[in-house]
């Protein structure tokens, strides 16, 4: 045996290190812990401590409506000043929070809070803790129904429904959003001597896109996003079949009945002749509102529903764009379509929360309290009755708060958003195909058919 | 019964010293492999009680008639015979120049290389930058110089997608391989290009009859690496076009990602992995064929 073999330990001496090693670990794991009373106290003031704390995921633009008037964000400041709960805020762009949720909800290790969407959410509804004993103790058996507005309510139904637990609610609506209804600048179509409140049919409405293109000017602004493609599509198909995203979505007929593939051409004439170049690519939604929001001409309309982010405009960090939304924005409804309203973000217990009491308490302030009335302040409408957006002294009450509040409440709000999370990943694949010319509106429609024939079978129990 | 116990230990102690290795290979890698087998074979969404035993329905639809199934095998091919071919001749041309004695030849060197040591995030956005149809740099520049008729909306044009993301992946690649061939041109004997000079060799012939047989080792070993890469590419693919347009630019990875992560269909998913391994295998055993008996030159 050479010297160097001597410097490496042997296999009798690894093996006498290691169990050494393993019964001093385990005779330290089972040593009674020798805390004194002030270490006892300190404990418990930290746990104390430790209680303030709430977890939410969210995606961001369902954020931003908490801002200082220079524009900061102020939202877990503002948690903190009303009711002392500690925000950690997990920020999760949006299409990626189902496949996060998938990973972390079943295994137990998701947050407490959930901000809610019913694209994203909507297989994960068993995870959430059901709210009506909470509800009922903290307000009364008629709860439901004295604070949140009808609109929201007919959501909560269907989702109850869904989750087999009809009567239940699984979450608290926070702001409404509405669909169809366009953005416009308003100079640019002075101008031109356009008023919107001449459309009486989508042919007026396309007249009029048409005579920007004669001019070299793609008038709406578009981009890359599966909400915003499917956004537009249940626009559409208000349009050339009003009414039937709901039927077929409870087996009342097909997604290749003759409307609704009518929908999806409509949908590939809007990007590919009236948004500008490589709309259907055209990933930085940002890059494609900035000539729109600048009020140069070059890009008139911007898009098509009005929840997250657009009311949250209204009170964004930029000035340019506060002040065109104050200023020189208005909306009108898509010409020929009923528009919808609906839930853009509730808020949802997570079922395995240990800390259901903080989860609550942020709950009762995102949608009902000071929470909710701070959105409210940033000219977006809640589905709480008792909070109303104030007026913001601008134009913009004219010219968008007006027309979308008055939509909000006496506006047709029947349900008619896609359902099932699969039609909706599905439109989101399909339609940029029809769009670019790879799969034709028949094609299309049969593959959202053929998803819904294979996963989406509960809604129609529903 | 002490020297029994020892003698016990003594014999058994190298199994005791695999296995913590083993528990963490079969817990994290067998383990999986099985139970995505095993679910390959039902309808399940990944997470519920419930499921649905289905035999190989999945894997008959994967063969007949998943579109975006046969656009991913497609595309996975264009990566891997792309980045292979491409990164072999430009990565040994780039390291054979680097490896004469140029002015400010460290500098080209860690320009090369620099990609390499850049996130592969920060290169998705980089890029989606550069091929934004629009204001994009790609576009811009072709406008300005008047090649307008170039343009394309990169990300999202079913001809030209899966183009622009190759090119992203073999700019982010290109240094390593010229580092590697570089290594494996500077373990070449000097003496031998002297020989070849004095024999009347020119620059291009030794460089085709010294440098490319002499580090054939590591070019078989980097067209394995390649390979390997190109079955399992995604991240790209997720961060500059998410698949699209309809499928156009998918790969099987992201393939899986959708499917079991996006659409719930851990089911299917699974048989999709089951394939995608199956895929590796045969390039492993390729790659087994290929080295056997051979000298690895890394």
């Given at each position: 045996m050479t010297d160097n073999y001597r410097k490496f330990v042997s296999r009798r001496e690894f093996l006498r290190l290691s169990a050494i090693a393993t019964a001093g670990a385990t005779f330290a794991a089972c040593a009674p812990p020798a805390a004194q009373p002030e270490q006892a106290a300190a404990d418990a003031a930290s746990a104390a401590e430790a209680d303030t704390t709430i977890t939410l995921w969210s995606w961001g633009t369902a954020m931003a409506r908490y801002r200082d008037v220079e524009g900061n964000d102020i939202f877990v400041e503002t948690l903190k000043a009303d009711t002392g709960l500690d925000l950690e805020l997990g920020m999760v762009d949006h299409p990626d929070m189902a496949a996060k949720l998938k990973a972390a909800l079943p295994a137990g290790t998701g947050p407490d809070l959930l901000n809610t969407d019913f694209d994203i959410v909507g297989p994960f509804w068993g995870f959430v803790e059901p709210l009506n004993a909470w509800g009922e103790a903290e307000w009364g058996s008629s709860w439901k129904e004295d604070l949140f507005s009808g609109a929201a309510l007919s959501e909560m139904e269907i989702v109850a429904n869904i989750v087999d637990l009809p009567g239940e609610s699984l979450y608290l609506p926070g702001n409404m959003q509405l669909l169809g209804w366009v953005y416009y600048w308003i100079p640019t179509f002075e101008e031109r001597g356009i008023d919107p409140s001449t459309f009486n049919t989508w042919e007026d409405f396309e007249a009029v896109l048409q005579a920007f293109v004669d001019d070299d000017i793609a008038p709406i602004g578009g981009y890359s996003h599966p909400a915003t493609f499917v956004d537009w599509f249940k626009s559409l198909v208000e349009i050339t079949a009003p009414g039937q995203m709901a039927e077929v979505q409870v087996g009342n007929g097909k997604f290749t009945d003759s409307g609704i593939v009518t929908a999806f051409d409509l949908f590939a004439k809007v990007h590919n002749e009236y948004m500008q170049e490589g709309a259907i690519g055209a990933q930085d939604g940002n890059a494609v509102r900035e000539p729109f929001w600048n009020g140069s001409g070059d890009r008139p309309i911007i898009n098509i529903f009005t929840g997250t982010p657009y009311f949250g405009f209204l009170h964004h960090e930029s000035e340019v764009i506060r002040d065109a939304m104050n200023n020189h924005v208005g909306t009108f409804l898509l010409p020929g379509a009923k528009g919808l309203a609906a839930t853009d973000a509730g808020v949802a217990m997570v079922a395995?929360?240990?800390?259901k009491e903080n989860a609550w308490e942020y709950m009762k302030w995102r949608t009902l309290g000071p929470g909710a009335e701070q959105i409210a302040s940033t000219g977006q409408p809640m589905g709480a009755k008792a909070i109303e957006v104030p007026p913001q002294d601008t134009d913009f009450d004219k010219n968008l708060g007006e027309p979308l509040l008055e939509a909000m409440v006496s506006g047709d709000n029947v349900f008619r958003r896609v359902l099932c999370t699969d039609v909706y990943q599905q439109l989101g694949v399909v339609l940029p195909g029809v769009t670019v010319g790879q799969i034709t509106a028949e094609e299309a429609a049969q593959e959202v058919q053929d998803a819904f024939d294979q996963s989406c079978q509960q809604w129609v129990k529903s | 019964m002490r020297w029994r116990v020892a003698r016990g230990l003594r014999a058994n102690s190298g199994l005791l010293f695999v296995l913590p290795g083993l528990l963490i290979y079969l817990g994290f890698i067998a383990w999986p492999i099985i139970a995505t087998f095993y679910n390959s074979f039902f309808i399940w969404d990944g997470f519920s009680p419930d499921r649905e035993f289905i035999g190989l329905d999945h894997y008959v639809r994967l063969f007949t008639k998943d579109r975006a199934f046969r656009l991913s095998i497609r595309n996975n091919i264009y990566w891997a015979v792309i980045t292979v071919v491409v990164l072999s001749i430009f990565g040994f041309l780039f390291a054979y120049l680097l490896n004469q004695r140029i002015r400010l030849r460290n500098a080209y060197r860690a320009a090369l290389f620099l990609p390499v040591t850049a996130s592969l995030v920060v290169i998705g956005f980089t890029w989606e930058f550069i091929y934004q149809p629009e204001v994009g740099l790609l576009s811009h520049t072709l406008r300005r110089y008047?090649?307008?008729?170039?343009?394309?909306v990169w990300l999202a044009d079913p001809d030209v997608t899966i183009f622009a993301i190759i090119v992203v992946s073999l700019w982010a690649s290109l240094g390593f391989w010229v580092v590697v061939f570089l290594a494996a041109l500077q373990a070449v004997p000097p003496d031998l290009y002297d020989c070849a000079a004095v024999d009347g060799a020119t620059g291009f012939r030794q460089m085709w009859h010294i440098a490319v047989p002499l580090t054939m080792g590591t070019t078989r070993a980097l067209w394995i690496l390649g390979l390997i890469r190109a079955i399992n590419a995604f991240a790209l693919v997720f961060l500059l076009s998410r698949g699209g347009p309809y499928h156009a630019s998918e790969v099987i990875a992201y393939q899986i990602y959708e499917q079991a992560f996006r659409t719930n269909h851990t089911g299917y998913a699974s048989a999709l992995s089951v394939v995608l391994l199956l895929i590796s295998a045969v390039v492993t055993i390729f790659q087994l064929l290929l080295l056997r008996g051979r000298r690895i030159q890394l």
């Open positions: 395995a929360s240990e800390r | 008047g090649f307008d008729h170039l343009v394309r």
